[in-house]
């Protein structure tokens, strides 16, 4: 039956050639898709295709009054497209995959360091198959043919094709990128967040390197991962000067920060004006604010996933760095020549050295019994990491952190009687810090299955501690002391294990468990009391929690075809607290991607998230005093369902347009009660705590720059945020601090030449919210118990909260970097920036003074930052 269907086929095809008479084809390394068009122009019969069924692959090929039929065949070898005949057209398509599934698999990397290539973009132009490298640099690429034309992308490298042929079963290729930069002339066309916008269905997700970091201007010249999420759309930062994360109108709390997989609750330096991430120590940051993939969960606003570098596979090399308020130094390179390497990355402030001379000028200034004041403030990381490579399919990584600060302040007095001398003290310090070890060992099993198993301990704590002393030798030598500390501890164990499985070329999956055993200590209080050499301690815990966490998850991101591509996955989350109620949450997330052009596409996800500890703040500074608490007694995990959608359209790959829109509603969320300060201080926290939920929906809107020498983008973002709590405003509803309604962002750089770079960032947004009385008046004539006078005091009357809209706020930050040789011609960098450069002094907050006596109150705008100039050097060996 075949042999006549196929001899029916040579019959009407022949009877087709020599109706359209002979073909002459002369071409040199020309697409296939030209060819065709020169054979269609030439015969004079109709093919019909569609685009994608034909190879992307030139070819050279010369023939002289051949038919119809030996063109198509020469034209079409080896590229699994068929023919038919149909009505005087030729039909042309892609065959069905009947050979066996070939596999091509490896590791993506640096070619100066070996570091791996996060994200690259690995693609069979044949096939139009592709993949991404994971953290680990690794990818899987099924592909259905015995040959494939493989391309590598990944923005600040330059673009690589290899050719395969005779492709195995399963075939390892390694691939190693070499930067951009190293060439004489570069035009990047196009970034890896653009091309994994029209490849991928998530929404809402960014990737960073260390390089696109360091570009963001900052506060004292601090290349900072959160001060550059800030300028994001859909971001808003807080305080001015912090390193807030409000995330489509979460809080900072709601935003997990991952360090190689390990979770961290406390990010800040400086109560929030730095972040704790020394950028010398980063490879690559993932940050997802709309749709997440199912590996994450415990957090319902976003996620920050933090890689650190493994270090050169075969040279040393480092930096130091001096700025006018803190240094760094980086060292990283081969203990075994590739096989094992370490880095070590430190950096620490001198804010206490630089406040040494003008403290010791004061109080020297100053009337020996008056009293002289104490101060200091510095803070430390740490970031060490060591690799093993035991071959080409497994390695294993060992990484510590440490990061801590350390401020202290108070007064000391001391006073002569003749011969006797009276002193005392009463200095305060606050201590806190993170502290991680964790190690993850990873395997390729197949070349369609990688693996990743990690361990890690991590700790949390901040104590404050208040000492007051006095000594007096006229009083028969008399020695007392009085101390106290407020201890705030989390002891995280955990265990993960994660899987990639490139089950075909069209399907990914990824799997997985987390699980977590946590120590809460939320508040423990030490008292001690000395009086010569008799000693009285006392310790109070008011309370501490030991839940056990756990996550199973599941993802498959399916490329229907060349249209469509769906992410689907579930999360099944338990929260077991001994004591305590006990959770099961399923949550599941999916997102669609529809591209019906090549330039266009829109997509659109819905999201469910559980969030089982919470921070409760009094500020709206990240202070190291918030404490972080566990959910327990009738309090619920907090809950977050998220629908988005959104469309991008790329302009020749040179410009991208974008527009996100989202509604998240929050439920469960827990802040403090209205009366929460008149309970006394032993009171059980969660006494003093309310529930409620949030609503929150809005609009963003981007124009990124993808091309030439100056690239950025400008964004906009509308949004609307409002909370409800039983115990608040009368459980009536009301908008959130952070519900900025309208916010704008310029940021744009400008490589001038090999030697200056110059960066800018311009932001806009509307005003934070707070709460004014509406009235304030006077008691009536009497006599205050505690003051003893109402004479300069007030009554105010509130009527809503948050009922106050600061005035609108604006910045403009600019920085340059200038290319230097060196010591012994190594590279130096030098930065120069400028914080707030136009000196508007925005308005963080309102003070209430009292006027004089009879007269109330007055309201005075507060105003903190202004223009900040810093420079620093960097020398690069």
Request: hydrophobic fraction near 35%.
């Amino acid at each position: 039956m075949r042999n006549r269907l196929a001899l029916l086929l040579i019959l009407t095809l022949a009877a087709v050639a020599s109706a359209a008479g002979r073909i002459t084809i002369n071409v040199n390394s020309q697409p296939i898709k030209e060819v065709l068009k020169e054979v269609k122009a030439q015969s004079g019969i109709n093919l019909i295709y569609i685009t994608s069924d034909i190879p992307d692959r030139k070819i050279t090929l010369h023939l002289e009054d051949a038919t119809l039929k030996e063109c198509l065949d020469a034209i079409l070898k080896d590229t699994r497209v068929t023919y038919s005949v149909k009505d005087n057209n030729i039909i042309l398509r892609r065959e069905a995959v009947l050979s066996p599934k070939r596999v091509i698999s490896g590791f993506v990397r640096e070619e100066e360091s070996g570091e791996a290539a996060i994200g690259a973009i690995v693609r069979d132009a044949n096939s139009g198959a592709f993949t991404t490298s994971n953290s680990n640099g690794f990818y899987s690429l099924p592909v259905t043919s015995s040959e494939a034309d493989i391309n590598v992308t990944l923005t600040g490298y330059t673009p690589i094709s290899i050719r395969l042929d005779s492709l195995k079963l399963d075939n390892r290729l390694d691939i190693t990128l070499t930067p951009s930069g190293k060439l004489d002339e570069v035009i990047i066309v196009g970034d890896k967040n653009s091309e994994l916008t029209f490849e991928s269905p998530v929404i809402g997700n960014l990737s960073m390197n260390r390089y696109s970091i360091t570009s963001t201007p900052t506060l004292f010249g601090e290349s900072d991962i959160i001060k550059s999420l800030q300028f994001q759309p859909g971001v808003i930062p807080g305080v001015e000067g912090f390193s807030g994360l409000q995330v489509h109108g979460g809080s900072d709390d709601q935003n997990m920060y991952l360090l190689d997989n390990v979770p961290l609750y406390q990010v800040n330096h400086l109560a929030g004006m730095l972040s704790s991430f020394n950028t010398d120590a980063i490879n690559n940051v993932d940050f997802y604010k709309s749709s997440f993939p199912s590996r994450y969960d415990g957090r319902l606003s976003s996620i920050i996933d933090i890689r650190t570098r493994d270090g050169n596979l075969t040279r040393r090399q480092g930096s130091w760095k001096i700025g006018l308020t803190s240094g760094s130094f980086n060292i990283e390179g081969p203990i075994i020549k590739n096989r094992m390497t370490y880095t070590i990355s430190v950096r620490r402030s001198w804010f206490d050295l630089l406040s040494i001379p003008g403290i010791a000028i004061y109080n020297a200034a100053i009337n020996e019994n008056k009293s002289k004041i104490v101060s200091r403030y510095a803070f430390t990381d740490f970031n060490a990491k060591t690799t093993y490579h035991f071959n080409d399919r497994s390695r294993l990584h060992l990484m510590v952190y440490y990061g801590n600060d350390f401020f202290k302040g108070g007064t000391k007095r001391k006073h002569r009687h003749d011969k006797d001398l009276e002193e005392s003290s009463d200095i305060s310090t606050l201590d806190w810090g993170s502290f991680i070890v964790s190690a993850n060992w990873n395997h390729v099993y197949t070349p369609q299955l990688f693996g990743e198993i990690s361990m890690s301990f991590s700790r949390y704590n901040s104590m404050l501690k208040r000492k007051m002393k006095y000594k007096n030798t006229f009083l028969n030598d008399l020695i007392s002391s009085t101390t106290s500390k407020i201890h705030n501890l989390i002891d995280d164990y955990s265990l993960r294990v994660n899987y990639d499985w490139q089950l075909t070329h069209s399907h990914h999956l990824n799997f997985g468990v987390n699980y977590t055993y946590h120590v809460f200590i939320p508040y423990l209080t030490e008292f001690i009391r000395k009086v010569n050499h008799n000693t009285n301690t006392s310790t109070t815990l008011q309370y501490s929690s030991h839940p056990h966490e756990m996550n199973l998850y599941i993802d498959d991101e399916w490329h229907i075809n060349r249209h469509w591509a769906i992410l689907a996955g579930v999360s099944l989350s338990s929260w077991i607290n001994p004591g305590n109620k006990d959770y099961l949450k399923l949550n599941p997330r999916v997102s669609a991607m529809y591209r019906p052009i090549p330039s266009l596409c829109v997509k659109a996800s819905f999201t469910q998230l559980s969030q089982y500890n919470h921070q409760l703040r009094e500020t709206a500074l990240s202070l190291p005093t918030d404490m972080w608490i566990p959910i327990a007694g009738d309090f619920k995990p907090q809950k977050s369902r998220k629908a988005s959608i959104g469309a991008y359209y790329n302009i020749n790959n040179r410009y991208m347009l974008s527009m996100e829109a989202y509604y998240k509603r929050m439920y469960n969320l827990i802040d403090y009660r209205d009366d929460y300060y008149y309970y006394p201080s032993n009171t059980i926290i969660y006494e003093k705590l309310t529930v409620g939920d949030g609503k929150v929906r809005g609009i963003d809107m981007s124009v990124r720059k993808t091309f030439g020498n100056i690239t950025g983008h400008i964004s906009y973002s509308m949004l609307w945020n409002e909370r409800r709590f039983e115990k608040k405003n009368n459980g009536q509803k009301f908008p959130s601090a952070y519900d900025n309604r309208h916010k704008a962002n310029i940021v744009a750089n400008w490589r001038i030449n090999d030697r200056w770079e110059i960066n800018a960032g311009w932001t806009i947004m509307s005003g934070n919210r707070i709460t004014l009385p509406t009235k304030s008046y006077n008691p009536l004539p009497g006599t205050n118990e505690i003051t003893g006078s109402w004479e300069n005091e007030t009554i105010d009357y509130i009527t809503s909260i948050n009922n106050y809209r600061l005035p609108a706020y604006h910045r403009l930050d600019i920085g340059a970097n200038l290319h230097v040789k060196g010591v012994n011609g190594k590279e130096g960098v030098w930065n120069f920036s400028l914080y707030n450069a136009y000196c508007n002094m925005n308005v963080i907050a309102i003070r209430k003074r009292m006027h004089a006596p009879g007269k109330g109150a007055v309201y005075e705008k507060l105003r903190m930052i202004p223009l900040i100039p810093s420079v620093s050097y960097t020398l690069k060996f």
